[in-house]
């Protein structure tokens, strides 16, 4: 069965840092892969997706994500961060090969925290 | 185009009593797909409907229960609620049910006294 791992709970980053939020994963065939971003009382908004092709993966809001194979991750990262991009995150993993569990699993999310 | 749509957005019930949360999804989208959000478990996945069928489900007990309309409208019933029910419900929809990317609503924040 698939899985999802955000280790960080919190990260932390000062205002035009860049910022990394980290995802690993466990899938049997090939994984879809998705970050979400979550603001207080909001529902959760798509950033980004990985189907096939760039390893590098652009989205909204000048995020882009980093896909590992051979490390199994899928890290969020912005080079330049606002206090505005304080919020929820949330990865998500997807086997579409996986017969009858092809179900999206989500992290556990990891709160970014970004200090003026 | 309009958003995932979900009612009611606030909702307070009693300890064994019911409850159903309705689902419109963006025009065009066939596929729902309900979720839990809650501190302590995280986002956990509750079912997925696709053309009406039921095609994933989550480990939640036969409490919880879904179904999905003609017009890809979709509900999801809690029945003989419990305190732990209290979370965020959450509905998400897609065009196809092949990974393609998932648009959530705001969430139906219900709260079990």
């Known amino acids: 069965a698939q899985s999802v791992a955000q280790p960080e709970d919190q990260v932390n980053v000062a205002e035009g840092n860049p910022l990394t939020v980290k995802c690993t994963y466990s899938v049997s065939g090939n994984p879809y892969l998705f970050w979400y971003v979550q603001y207080p009382n909001r529902g959760l908004q798509f950033l980004l997706k990985y189907i096939t092709g760039d390893n590098l993966v652009k989205g909204s809001y000048g995020f882009e994500a980093d896909f590992n194979k051979s490390q199994t991750s899928f890290h969020l990262k912005k080079p330049s961060a606002l206090v505005s991009d304080s919020a929820l995150y949330f990865c998500a993993v997807r086997d579409i090969w996986a017969v009858r569990d092809d179900k999206i699993i989500f992290g556990k999310g990891t709160r970014l925290h970004i200090l003026p | 185009k309009a958003g995932v749509t979900q009612t009611p957005r606030y909702l307070i019930k009693t300890r064994g009593q019911q409850v159903t949360l309705s689902c419109s999804p963006i025009s065009g989208h066939r596929s729902v797909s309900w979720y839990q959000q809650t501190p302590g478990q995280g986002l956990q996945f509750l079912f997925e409907?696709?053309?009406?069928?039921?095609?994933n489900k989550g480990n939640f007990p036969g409490r919880f229960s879904g179904r999905q309309f003609s017009n890809s409208r979709s509900e999801m019933n809690v029945s003989t609620l419990e305190l732990g029910d209290s979370a965020l419900y959450l509905c998400?929809?897609?065009?196809?049910?092949?990974?393609?990317?998932?648009?959530f609503g705001p969430g139906t924040r219900l709260l079990v006294l």
């Open positions: 998400a929809s897609s065009w196809s049910d092949l990974g393609e990317t998932q648009y």
């Open positions: 409907y696709f053309s009406e069928t039921q095609r």
